[in-house]
Each structure stands twice: as structure tokens, then as C-alpha cells.
């Protein structure tokens, strides 16, 4: 087996490699690559002196789901929140290396408008609490200056369909967000999200607390919003990575260890390190 080093030189090397070069190889998965919907080069990410990214590089290619894994605190939730700009949020943050979006770079974009078109749903389902379904989902529309009823009534009932939820609220519309089960909350987050027409979405554990049945509804949507979206899902669950993603990133402490094809990944991965983790025997 490759070492980590070697394999982050070859899939460096890769991105620049012809693409006729690149097909002869056993496998055409490109890790970086400016086609790509998002790419990430030489992050580092810092909390104060604690550094949680290191030198990480990997790119998100349009209408896909890529799934990112690894144990508690090797710098998942930090990724994500790096490629919409809430870890600078965090006081005491800092973070270097590019990150583009359509080749833009997301840094030197307007933070609010680089949040519109990368959103994200979080691990504990979060509606407004004093507000209204309706309103829950209308209130990033309303954000934006969106006053008339008719197209709010549109694009509210368009949202929660795409959430797979309208069938379950469309004649409770006025009840509070809150009074829905915890699945239907994160599917109303998610309805909240795509009401101001992100193009990219973030999941930091969308399912880890609901239910089996909620889950399979989160599982089976995330598969219908990816021919719309580009989605980048965060899991502990590998079963859920193998179902619903087309690439899967093995992250540890900090670093991006391997990056390929779900399947490649879970059938014949090329370290130790990540057939250890994906079967359970750390983590
Ligand atoms: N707000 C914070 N302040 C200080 N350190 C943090 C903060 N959030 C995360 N960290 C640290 O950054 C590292 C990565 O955390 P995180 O991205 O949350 O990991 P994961 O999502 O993989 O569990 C960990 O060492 C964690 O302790
Ligand atoms: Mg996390």
C-alpha cells in the first residue's frame, strides 16, 4: 500500500496530468480540479493556536454528493463551515489557502451572498421557534426583500415539496415550527435552505438524531436534490455514506487522508488507515 504522502503527491500530481494520461490510470478520479463546483487548495484552518485543517485540497464536483468522514474532531465540521465562511465567525479563527466557487474565490466574495449560494443544514434541526412553518421557510425570502404573497405562497410550497414535506404540512401551515417531529423539522430546515435557491448545500449530520424512518427520508432526498445541487454531507455513519454519496474524503486529524469514489473507497480503499476507520476498527 501507498503511504499518505505518496498518495498526496500522486493526487497532486493528477490534477495536473493530461487528461489521456489520466484515463490510463486504474482509476479516472480527478481529487482537485478547477471543473469542479467547488475547490479547496491548501487549507488551514485555526482556532486560536489549535490548527483543525492541514494543508487540505479536494474539490466538489457539480451535482454530486460528497461524503465526508472521520472521528470526532479531525476537522469535518470545520471544512464545511471554511467553504461558506462561518468559521471566520468564530473569534480567534483564521484561516489560509483558496477556495472557489465556480472559480470565484469564495474569500473575496460578500459573506452574505457566498451563504445564499452555499447553504447548510445542521445536525440538530434548528427552525425559528416563535415562528410558523410558513414563515420558517419564507423568512430567508423575506431576508432578501421577496414582499409579494402570491410568489412567497409559490416559492414556500415549491420548497417544502422539494423537502419531501408538503404532503405532511400543507393544511397546517400556520402551526409552529417547533410542533413537527424532529424529522420534519429537518426537513423543514432543509425546505428553509433551498427557499432562497442555494446552488450548493452543506449537511453537517443532517440524520444523526432522528430516527431510522426519518433518516431513510433524509437518505432518499439528499439522492433527489443532487440532480439539482451540489451537496457536501458530513456522517458517522458509514452505511449512510456508502447509500448516499458519490465520493467519499477520509479526514484525520486534520488532514484529508484518501479521496476517491464511494466505491472505490469502500470496496477496495488504498491505506490501512481509512479499511480501519470504514470497518469500524477505530474511530
Ligand atoms: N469553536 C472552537 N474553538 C476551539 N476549538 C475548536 C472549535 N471548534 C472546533 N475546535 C477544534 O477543532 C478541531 C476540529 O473540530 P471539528 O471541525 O468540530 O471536528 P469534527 O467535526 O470532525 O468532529 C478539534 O480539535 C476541535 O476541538
Ligand atoms: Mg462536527
Known amino acids: 500500500m501507498e503511504s499518505v504522502l505518496e498518495i498526496q503527491e500522486r493526487q497532486k500530481n493528477l490534477s495536473v496530468v493530461p487528461a489521456a494520461v489520466q484515463s490510463s490510470l486504474s482509476n479516472n478520479f480527478v481529487p482537485v480540479s478547477d471543473n469542479h463546483k467547488i475547490v479547496a487548495r491548501d487549507i488551514n484552518a485555526y482556532f486560536g ?45 483564521r484561516i489560509t489557502g483558496s477556495l472557489t466557487l465556480d472559480r470565484k474565490d469564495i474569500y473575496q466574495m460578500d459573506a452574505v451572498m457566498v451563504r445564499k449560494r452555499i447553504g447548510m443544514v445542521f445536525q440538530k434541526p434548528n427552525p425559528f421557534p416563535t415562528m410558523s412553518i410558513f414563515d420558517n421557510v419564507a423568512a430567508g425570502l423575506k431576508m432578501n426583500g421577496m414582499r409579494k404573497k402570491a410568489r412567497l405562497k409559490e416559492v414556500v410550497e415549491k420548497s417544502l415539496r422539494q423537502a419531501a414535506l408538503w404532503d405532511e404540512v400543507k393544511d397546517s401551515l400556520s402551526k409552529s415550527g417547533i410542533s413537527l417531529s424532529g424529522g420534519q423539522q429537518q426537513r423543514l430546515c432543509i425546505a428553509r435552505t433551498l427557499a432562497v435557491s ?35 454531507i458530513v456522517t458517522h455513519n458509514m452505511q449512510q455514506a456508502a447509500r448516499v454519496s458519490d465520493f467519499t474524503a477520509f479526514f484525520y486529524l486534520g488532514s484529508l487522508i484518501e479521496y476517491d469514489e464511494t466505491k472505490t473507497m469502500f470496496t477496495s480503499p488504498r491505506l490501512k488507515r481509512t479499511e480501519d476507520y470504514i470497518t469500524g476498527r477505530f474511530g
Open 49 to 93: 493556536k489549535v490548527q483543525a485543517l492541514r494543508n487540505v485540497s479536494l474539490s466538489i464536483p457539480e451535482n454530486s454528493v460528497v461524503a465526508i468522514i472521520g472521528p470526532s474532531g479531525c476537522g469535518k465540521s470545520t471544512f464545511l463551515r471554511s467553504i461558506n465562511r462561518m468559521h471566520e465567525i468564530i473569534p480567534g479563527s
Open 198 to 232: 442555494p446552488e450548493v448545500i452543506l449537511m453537517d449530520e443532517p440524520a444523526s438524531a432522528l430516527d431510522p424512518i426519518s433518516t431513510s427520508k433524509i437518505e432518499e432526498l439528499i439522492y433527489e436534490l443532487k440532480k439539482q445541487y451540489t451537496i457536501v
